[in-house]
């Protein structure tokens, strides 16, 4: 059974909502089709966002391929704010009224990912982030949510196809299964140094059967000064907080003579843990806060009519962004 939408159902409008199809047979039957100026804005951003990321560009642009219309847009991975138009539409009202939906699904999540994730690169201050989402959405567009956390910030992403598509190596360590299954934490870093390329960084897992900062002096031990890092996905039933096991862990490595050993962490991150463990973490892998991240409430609405100003209430009157992009206009900067 098919799924997913193909380019093709997408570009005929059969992913669109259906009032946009009563709307072109209303239009129609009413011998209307004028041209308009529509754009895009977002009146508010999530959980109180001062600002966000545009991204979602590039494939928005390819649903006006062979359309007769102008299109003024901020250049892709823009900062934009509250109500700036960040994408404006000028042509015949019916030659791309059936595309809104698609339109707006492709700025609104690349756009949402992309946010949360220069969020948490501002929060890590320079230590790596990678995308670790795939897992949560569905496979389909695991491409989508690393290409836009890639975007955003992060230094890499973990899923095969990511890597292949973003032209980068894929990063990761070991699952928890391979632990279980050998029986043993130092078990299982031995063989990993035995068998995985010696390109491919020592991070080791070390949350499985004992206690982290004990594992880590025995992974530290087998595998030497081949260790580059030790990874933290401590489940819940671990008596304190991730901050204070990462503490604990960065100060025996210390006393221990490993300082040049990194300490990763895994599991439920986002920008305020990051903020919270960045005094003792080197490295974070990012999920859900991705994967998952909090669309942008992209809006389109038409704002002039065959060039007379025309608009819905907007919670407010137009301000200076809306003068930038209409100067913008007039300046012909557009693509």
């Not at 003024?72 to 019916?94: A, M, N, Q």
């Not at 790596?128 to 890639?150: E, K």
């Amino acid at each position: 059974m098919q799924i997913h939408a193909t380019e093709k159902e997408i570009l005929s409008g059969k992913t669109t909502d259906i009032y946009f199809h009563r709307a072109e047979e209303i239009l129609k039957a009413e011998n209307k089709n004028p041209e308009v100026v529509a754009e895009i804005w977002a009146k508010n951003l999530p959980d109180d966002y001062k600002w966000g990321i545009f991204t979602g560009l590039e494939e928005a642009l390819q649903l006006f391929n062979n359309l007769d219309v102008d299109i003024w847009s901020l250049p892709e991975g823009s900062l934009f704010y509250p109500r700036e138009p960040v994408f404006t539409i000028k042509g015949k009202y019916l030659d791309f009224a059936s595309l809104e939906t698609p339109l707006l699904g492709f700025l609104c999540q690349a756009s949402g990912i992309s946010t949360k994730a220069a969020r948490c690169r501002i929060a890590a201050k320079g230590k790596q982030i990678l995308s670790f989402g795939a897992r949560r959405m569905h496979p389909s567009i695991t491409p989508v949510i690393d290409r836009y956390a890639y975007s955003g910030g992060v230094d890499g992403v973990s899923a095969v196809l990511s890597g292949e598509r973003l032209n980068i190596r894929p990063q990761g360590t070991m699952p928890h299964s391979v632990i279980l299954i050998l029986g043993d934490t130092e078990r299982a870093a031995i063989a990993y140094d035995n068998a995985v390329s010696e390109e491919v960084p020592r991070i080791i897992l070390v949350d499985t059967f004992s206690d982290e900062k004990v594992e880590t002096l025995r992974v530290a031990k087998a595998i030497g000064e081949k260790l580059n890092a030790v990874r933290i996905d401590t489940p819940s039933s671990r008596r304190s907080s991730w901050a204070g096991i990462a503490r604990e862990i960065r100060e025996e490595l210390n006393l221990k003579n490993y300082r040049n050993v990194g300490i990763f962490v895994s599991g439920g991150l986002d920008e305020y843990t990051i903020t919270n463990l960045n005094p003792w973490v080197d490295g974070y892998d990012i999920g859900p806060s991705l994967s998952d991240a909090p669309t942008i409430n992209f809006n389109l609405d038409i704002v002039e009519i065959e060039d007379d100003p025309v608009t819905k209430k907007r919670g407010g009157s137009w301000n200076e962004m809306d003068f930038r992009m209409r100067k913008m206009r007039e300046e012909k900067d557009c693509i």
